[in-house]
């Protein structure tokens, strides 16, 4: 479904930066960045950005696509804890999918993700990759 | 508040309902129920339906549903939880009776999904999830149970034989279902042989895209003891909600909204799991199942796959879970799903059954769950007569 360029847009800070929210009071961390602190209550966070450097948590590799990702099959999908402690879900390329494993260490690079149709917005966001240390 | 009683049940033939519109299938769902329960006019409606809108181009379903079942001016209320709706209805429906706001509410739950192909099918089902942070990078709903499975598998040992066995006791129990959409039997090598979807979750480990509908009339028990005949009682209800996205969850191999609603509807009605004697279960995929197994407390935590194995939760088990034949084999109309748990939980407490009845049925439990795990809706249903 096509959109207002507002609806991606808006995402940007969480989407290019990695920005997350950092509570004032409890240090807890929230990906994407929230209004209130679903831990102590409070509505007061600092923006930090995150390393997006951690570890393969799940996954699992996509077969039946939905629209706008079927020329990526097979592709993986999988939840990482990152370093600082919060879990993130997104692709895990640049691997063979048949290959990888709970634990793996992997690292974010700015990638494109989709686009809305022929005359719809590109939109570009983070995917993981095996994290070589680069 | 007044204690409720179900004293109607409905439903359609489940299955591609290609003759038959969005309004047609609520309704003809509804005359049976009304058929059913003997009455003809209603107080209330409440409409169980994930999205008439990304389906079928059609909102405002209240209007459209009384109108077209000949309840102009009837309150009617559309709820929306997803794949959890339907169970939303229900309860809105009991609250609607209980509160002493209405002495007849009808819970109506529909879904009409062929009317779209199965791109958009997928894309408006994929909006139970987190748009912004997971579809958005490509993720379905059986790659979110495909990653639930994942864990399991790798903290407690659960196999594919055991996923897999889900689907054949739930075809097994559907093969019996006049109403399911595949009332057909499967082997367990049929099945882990099947297409891959979303590894480890394969076609046959996933509930289908189906047309269908379903309702209960719900009245006060006062009202319901004066009908002479059968009638089921709402005694616990549960209702309780998780993060939207699967990331943020704390744990997960577990389903804590399930745990929660689950432990919320059981002190409602005063019982423990032990006293349930079978279960309707969001089995939308088959790990869904084993997980429900565990969060409603019926096998600890990584017990689930060998109970499955050891038939536990066969018809003829001591605990049966979706002798309907469940989301797997009945078919999912995502809407209607939570209102068809509840019409199989009754015919089974009235001793309906047919060939799939469960000895014994006098307290069910029926589990309704949204998307990856974010709400879930529970019932403990009692037979009176």
């Given at each position: 479904?096509?959109?207002?360029?507002?609806?991606?847009?808006?995402?940007?800070p969480?989407?290019?930066?990695?920005?997350a929210?950092k509570?004032?009071?409890?240090?807890?961390?929230?990906?994407?960045?929230?209004?209130?602190?679903?831990?102590?209550g409070?509505?007061e966070f600092?923006?930090?950005?995150?390393?997006?450097?951690?570890?393969?948590?799940?996954?699992?590799?996509?077969?039946?696509?939905?629209?706008?990702?079927?020329?990526?099959?097979?592709?993986?999908v999988?939840?990482?804890?990152?370093?600082?402690?919060?879990?993130?879900?997104?692709?895990?390329?640049?691997?063979?999918?048949?290959?990888?494993?709970?634990?793996?260490?992997?690292?974010?690079?700015?990638?494109?993700?989709?686009?809305?149709?022929?005359?719809?917005?590109?939109?570009?966001?983070?995917?993981f990759?095996?994290?070589?240390?680069? | 508040?007044?204690?409720?009683?179900?004293?109607?049940?409905?439903?359609?033939?489940?299955?591609?309902?290609?003759?038959k519109?969005?309004?047609?299938?609520?309704?003809?769902?509804?005359?049976?129920?009304?058929?059913?329960?003997?009455?003809?006019?209603?107080?209330?409606?409440?409409?169980?339906?994930?999205?008439?809108?990304?389906?079928?181009?059609?909102?405002?379903?209240?209007?459209?549903?009384?109108d077209?079942?000949?309840?102009?001016f009837?309150?009617a209320?559309?709820?929306e939880?997803?794949?959890?709706s339907?169970?939303?209805?229900?309860?809105?429906?009991?609250?609607?009776?209980?509160?002493?706001?209405?002495?007849?509410?009808?819970?109506?739950?529909?879904?009409?999904?062929?009317?779209?192909?199965?791109?958009?099918?997928?894309?408006?089902l994929?909006?139970?999830?987190?748009?912004?942070?997971?579809?958005?990078?490509?993720?379905?709903?059986?790659?979110?149970?495909?990653m639930?499975?994942h864990?399991h598998m790798?903290?407690y040992?659960?196999?594919?034989?055991?996923?897999?066995?889900?689907?054949v006791?739930n075809?097994d129990?559907?093969?019996?279902?006049?109403?399911?959409?595949?009332p057909?039997?499967?082997?367990?090598?049929?099945v882990?042989?099947?297409?891959m979807?979303?590894?480890?979750?394969?076609?046959?480990h996933c509930?289908p895209?189906?047309?269908?509908?379903?309702?209960?009339?719900l009245?006060?028990?006062?009202?319901?003891?004066?009908?002479?005949?059968?009638?089921?009682?709402?005694?616990?209800i549960?209702?309780?909600t998780?993060?939207?996205?699967?990331?943020?969850?704390?744990?997960?191999?577990k389903?804590?909204?399930?745990?929660?609603?689950?432990?919320?509807?059981?002190?409602?009605?005063?019982?423990?799991?032990?006293?349930?004697?079978?279960?309707?279960v969001?089995?939308?995929?088959?790990?869904?199942?084993?997980?429900?197994?565990?969060?409603?407390?019926l096998?600890?935590?990584?017990?689930?796959?060998?109970?499955?194995?050891?038939?536990?939760?066969?018809?003829?088990?001591?605990?049966?879970?979706?002798?309907?034949?469940?989301?797997?084999?009945?078919?999912?109309?995502?809407?209607?799903?939570g209102?068809?748990q509840?019409?199989?939980?009754?015919?089974?407490?009235?001793?309906?059954?047919?060939?799939?009845?469960?000895?014994?049925?006098?307290?069910?439990?029926?589990q309704?769950?949204?998307?990856?795990?974010?709400?879930?809706?529970?019932h403990?249903?009692?037979?009176?007569?």
């Open positions: 479904m096509s959109m207002h360029v507002a609806r991606h847009w808006r995402e940007t969480e989407r290019y930066r990695m920005e929210a509570c004032k009071k409890c240090g807890g961390i929230h990906f994407p960045s929230r209004l209130i602190c679903p831990d102590c409070t509505r600092e923006t930090i950005r995150l390393a997006g450097k951690g570890e393969l948590v799940t996954y699992t590799i996509i077969r039946v696509a939905p629209t706008g990702f079927k020329d990526l099959t097979p592709y993986a999988g939840i990482v804890k990152l370093d600082e402690g919060i879990q993130v879900m997104g692709q895990v390329v640049d691997c063979n999918p048949e290959q990888l494993k709970v634990g793996d260490r992997l690292v974010t690079q700015f990638r494109r993700i989709n686009e809305e149709g022929k005359t719809g917005m590109i939109l570009y966001g983070y995917k990759v095996p994290d070589v240390g680069l | 508040m007044k204690e409720v009683a179900i004293i109607g049940i409905g439903m359609t033939d489940w299955g591609e309902l290609w003759l519109s969005l309004r047609d299938i609520a309704v003809e769902a509804a005359l049976n129920c009304l058929d059913d329960a003997g009455v003809a006019k209603v107080d209330a409606i409440t409409i169980g339906c994930m999205s008439g809108g990304l389906f079928n181009a059609q909102e405002h379903l209240g209007s459209l549903v009384a077209y079942l000949g309840q102009r009837v309150p209320t559309r709820v939880s997803a794949c959890a339907g169970g939303l209805a229900v309860k809105t429906a009991y609250m609607e009776v209980a509160s002493g706001l209405a002495e007849y509410a009808l819970a109506i739950g529909v879904e009409k999904m062929t009317d779209v192909d199965g791109n958009e099918a997928t894309f408006a994929a909006t139970a999830a987190d748009q912004d942070y997971e579809a958005f990078h490509g993720i379905t709903f059986p790659g979110l149970y495909a639930m499975a864990a790798k903290k040992g659960t196999t594919l034989e055991q996923l897999s066995q889900v689907t006791k075809h129990n559907g093969s019996m279902n006049p109403h399911a959409q595949f057909c039997k499967f082997t367990l090598e049929q882990m042989n099947s297409t979807v979303a590894d480890p979750m394969r076609l046959l509930s895209i189906t047309d269908g509908g379903a309702a209960v009339l009245t006060t028990v006062e009202v319901a003891k004066k009908l002479n005949k059968p009638y089921a009682v709402i005694t616990g549960g209702h309780a998780d993060t939207i996205a699967l990331a943020q969850r704390k744990d997960l191999v389903l804590e909204v399930v745990e929660q609603a689950a432990q919320r509807a059981l002190k409602m009605a005063g019982k423990t799991i032990k006293d349930v004697n079978f279960a309707e969001h089995d939308c995929f088959t790990i869904a199942e084993i997980m429900v197994m565990e969060a409603i407390g096998v600890k935590p990584g017990q689930a796959g060998p109970a499955v194995m050891d038939g536990l939760t066969a018809l003829t088990g001591k605990f049966p879970i979706n002798p309907s034949g469940g989301l797997k084999s009945k078919g999912h109309p995502v809407g209607a799903t209102v068809a509840v019409v199989e939980a009754v015919a089974q407490l009235r001793g309906e059954a047919g060939k799939r009845q469960v000895k014994n049925a006098r307290i069910a439990m029926t309704n769950m949204g998307g990856s795990g974010g709400s879930s809706i529970i403990i249903l009692e037979a009176r007569s």
